[in-house]
């Protein structure tokens, strides 16, 4: 077939135009559609994917004797539009590789406002402050090409975004015909019984597609954990700290459950754990104490239950077989209609047009099971609309649309005390954080020793040039490369780490130096600097919320989620101000005990 135009090789051939272009088609078969035929449509395919590399077109002829083509191939390209694909792999529908993320975002699914110069480097740095969903993948992280492809009409990311519940519901309803069911049984068997350990943790509402940053402390307890309970290992010995943190009792319930599981699969589980009702549920328990700090690290209690809860050495066995009562009670003061702050039709993440109000000058509790939306609600929500509002841009009027926030006047400041880090270095440290360090300075600066070399109080600040020792740089230890294993910190081997050089060190204030001074415990520091007022108000609130043990000079990178939130806490506690502040805690109490959480509570 020339140009269209069948035509006999063995007749004339027609002479054909150079300077034109021509298809020619060779004509490998003409049948009539009926029984009997299969074989040989099968060996006239076969013969033509031969000659024409791969590419075949099938002319049939319609009602009205008119012929109709398709030309199909054997390769992952269409000859009518000119696009081509690359052999489907797994890693063609991870947004992790870059066979398969979308090339404009690179398998973030958001792209930073257009109103700020974005580099390549801007696109990998997260968590971007201002982002917009990626317009080429709709904020679905793939290519185009990973997302065409359909299993039983629902592509990849539809299936992503549905909840584990759903999407079970939908892959067990999955039927596979004889020629899939060999590859494609095992597959669905493995995936139903990941998303099952999913559910069975109380993550059945969670999409597969959501992200990791918008998941709670609980949440990502539960889906490590689901991970391990779907790996079917024997014999292993699993070591869990404080796995409930940020669930709540019913959560927690789900959670032993799944432990038990664990456990009689022929496994050995150590939890360490604050939480009554894993304490409860626990074949042994082992007790340390008394105190913390330097006065812990004693064994009081290695027992059942049934005997630990009789120990009278231990707190935590008092808790336990006191029962319960109020920490303190509630406040009687009643809470206006003109004063409350309300929040109306919030839709992020779990949030269904959720209304809410919450009174000022109060101690509000915002509870819930894991997952409902406690973080998004505030987090996601009020706290945006306070900044937008303390900038000038929100609008206090507006009431309609979704995310609105009424009730913000007469708030002055809006202060988060969260669980982050209160330094991403070693320099960092309770003393420096609460600015009693400062105080400290002026104190050895004020000694007669000082005044008589000249110091002043920059000369003992160990982040400063001048009174630090230089070979550790002020850190007190230095950092060995250990190649293909973790750093290695050893003492400084110059100044032992105290930090500073000997000429500052000699200055001392009671017999102690700078150094000495920041291996002082708060208990032993409130004592040592009893007559200094502006220091000690910062060591009372870092005593008042349970860090009484901790050293001032101990670095922030070695204090829990929970110790870091407190020295936040204690570094509010220690400003006067006047002002009406809204205070934002997220879950003030993980890591503690019950005696520190009554000594919180008080606080609050």
Known sequence: RVDGEMTELAEQPPRLAKSKSHTIEAVIDRLVIRGGIRPRVAESLA????????????????????????????????????????????????????????????????????????????????????????????????????????????????????????????????????????????????????????????????????????????????????????????????????????????????????????????????????????????DWIVDLGPGAGPDGGELIASAPLAQFVDDPRSITARYLREPKRPTLRQSTQPASDAHWIEIRDAVVHNLKSAHARIPHRTLTCITGVSGSGKRSLIHDVLVPAFRDWQRGNGALGRTEGTNVVLGLEGIDTLIDVDQSPIGRSPRSTPATFTTVFQGIRRVFASTREAKIRGYTSPRFSF???????????????????????????????????????????????????????????????????????????????LHDVGLGYVTLGQSSTTLSGGEAQRVKLAAELSRSTAEHALYIFDEPTTGLHFDDVDRLLRIL
């Open 47 to 282: 013969l033509a994917l031969k000659l024409s590399d791969g590419l075949v077109t099938l002319s049939v002829e319609r009602p009205g004797t008119t012929w109709e083509d398709q030309t199909l191939s054997v390769h992952f390209a269409c000859p009518a539009c000119d696009t081509s694909l690359p052999i489907l792999e797994p890693r063609s529908f991870s947004f992790n590789s870059p066979y398969g993320a979308c090339p404009t975002c690179q398998g973030l699914g958001v792209l930073p406002e257009p109103s700020g110069e974005a580099s390549e480097s801007d696109l990998e740095r997260q968590p971007f402050s201002s982002v917009q969903p990626c317009p080429s993948c709709e904020g679905t992280r793939l290519r185009s090409e990973a997302r065409s492809v359909r299993f039983e009409g629902a592509s990849i990311d539809e299936l992503c975004d549905r909840p584990i519940l759903d999407l079970l519901g939908f892959l067990r309803k999955i039927t596979l015909d004889s020629s899939r069911e060999p590859i494609g049984a095992p597959i669905l068997r493995e995936v139903v019984s990941r998303l099952e350990f999913l559910e069975r943790v109380g993550l059945g509402y969670l999409s597969l597609g959501r992200g990791s940053d918008s998941l709670s402390g609980g949440e990502l307890q539960r889906a490590r954990l689901a991970t391990q309970l779907g790996s079917g290992l024997i014999g292993v010995c699993y070591v869990l700290d404080e796995p409930t943190s940020g669930l709540h009792p019913s959560d927690t319930d789900r959670l032993i459950d799944s432990l038990r599981r664990l456990q009689g699969q022929g496994n050995s589980l150590l939890v360490v754990e604050h939480d009554e009702a894993v304490i409860r549920a626990a």
């Open 463 to 541: 982040n400063a040039r001048g009174g630090r020792c230089e070979h550790c740089e002020g850190l007190g230890v230095r950092r060995l490369p250990m190649r293909f294993l973790p750093d290695l910190h050893v003492t400084c081997e110059v100044c032992r780490g105290k930090r500073f050089n000997q000429q500052t060190l000699e200055v001392t204030f009671k017999g102690k130096s700078i150094g000495d001074v920041l291996d002082l415990r708060v208990d032993e520091a409130l004592e040592f600097f009893s007559a200094h007022r502006k220091i000690l108000s910062g060591l009372t609130a």
